[in-house]
């Protein structure tokens, strides 16, 4: 069946009793078992939910995958799969990883042996030379944030597969409508859900998709033991989200590849970083593994010191920390997703002081346009 198709008929049989349309909201902590020697298909609210579970079935049709696992976070979802690794292992990871991926590497799995090594994943010889005897995963992302860099997925995992390592790639901002890593032989599929699946910047959530059993049996056991599970009212959340997630990326998407020509034509405008542009670096690996260049986009005002003004007057995309929403979101990367990260190591990343990242939402074009038109005025 057809995209679309899929979206809306996945991951539930109408129930049996009622033929409700949507899935119901099973808010129950324990399941009656019928006997000892015969027990139910759910047991304990933490092991399975019958909400969780359709919302964990759709992610695995949508992915191509056969094992979903649906988190209290995307950051949960990161910190179970990295849990897929023993004290003394090692993991190559893209050096633009999401900021919270950063801290969870630096800052808490070194702290259990776990250790890491950043390299620019776009350089495949860089990774092959990070690469040691210790090494058990590369933890990718692409496009990376803010910069948009690329990596070739399908490359890295036959560099995985050639040195036995696992792999494991954060597809948040393109979901499995643009891009899907298992068809290219990724192993782990992870997935921050409060972004684009879950669409309306109303609930907190990640999913994780894999397609072996015995990586599945390991993260369930994971996800039943650290016990990082997502509700069941947010697990319909998300559901209700995903039935209009092509609609929702067409549109935006759409929006935001006229804005990405827009600005680079714009004087005020230094540098624009989108997988849509011509000059877009890896632009033709991304065109290869991926259906389309996404709804996010950056770019850096040629005012280095131009950005509190810029700020003070952009009206219609939110100034927040998130992406992925109907609304459009702004964001700046020095004071907000990477401020955590040393600033020698944002200016290796080129993220400066005057670098925005824009989520594109489903208001009027027109309607963005002008209010960046006008608050590119004001800067020099
Ligand atoms: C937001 C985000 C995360 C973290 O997800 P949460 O749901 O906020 O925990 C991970 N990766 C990427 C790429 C993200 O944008």
Request: aromatic share 8%; charged share 20%; hydrophobic share 45%.
């Amino acid at each position: 069946m057809d995209w679309e198709t899929r979206l809306i008929h996945s991951g539930y049989d109408l129930c049996e009793h009622t033929g409700a349309v949507s899935i119901p909201i099973y808010h129950a902590s324990t399941f009656r078992q019928p006997s000892i020697d015969n027990f139910g298909p759910f047991e304990y609210g933490r092991s399975g939910n019958p909400t969780r579970q359709a919302l964990e079935g759709l992610m695995a049709v949508l992915e191509g995958g056969m094992y979903g696992f649906a988190f209290s976070s995307g950051m949960a979802a990161i910190s179970s799969a990295l849990s897929l690794l023993c004290a003394g292992e090692h993991l190559v990871v893209s050096r633009d990883v999401y900021g919270g991926t950063y801290r969870a590497l630096t800052g808490l799995f070194n702290r259990f042996g776990i250790t890491h090594s950043f390299v620019d994943t776009s350089d495949l010889d860089a990774i092959q030379a990070a690469i040691t005897a210790q090494t058990k995963a590369l933890f990718l992302e692409t496009p990376s944030n803010p910069i948009l860099r690329i990596t070739d997925l399908a490359a890295c995992a036959s560099i995985a597969k050639r040195h036995g390592l696992f792999t494991i790639v954060d597809n948040t901002f393109m979901t499995p409508y643009l891009q899907r890593p298992l068809e290219l032989g990724i192993d782990v599929v992870v997935h921050s859900a409060t972004k684009f699946l879950g669409g309306h910047s109303d609930t907190i959530a990640g999913v994780a998709v894999v397609n072996d059993e015995l990586l599945a049996r390991r993260l369930r056991m994971v996800q039943n033991t650290f016990g990082a599970v997502l509700g069941p009212q947010d697990c319909w959340l998300v559901q209700r989200g995903i039935r209009t997630l092509k609609v929702r990326m067409d549109a935006q998407q759409e929006k935001a590849a006229k804005l990405a020509a827009w600005l680079l034509a714009h004087p005020k405008v230094a540098a624009v970083y989108y997988p849509g542009l011509s000059a877009h670096p890896g632009r033709e690996v991304h065109a290869a593994q991926s259906s389309g260049p996404g709804c996010v986009l950056s770019f850096t005002l040629a005012d280095r010191q131009g950005a509190r003004a810029f700020l003070e007057r952009v009206r219609l995309p939110l100034l927040a920390v998130s992406l992925g929403g109907v609304e459009s979101i702004l964001s700046h990367p020095t004071t907000m997703s990477h401020a955590s990260m040393p600033k020698k190591y944002q200016e290796i990343l080129g993220i400066e002081e005057s670098l925005f990242r824009l989520s594109v939402g489903l208001e009027s074009y027109a309607d963005l346009e002008n209010d960046l038109a006008q608050a590119l005025d004001i800067v020099d």
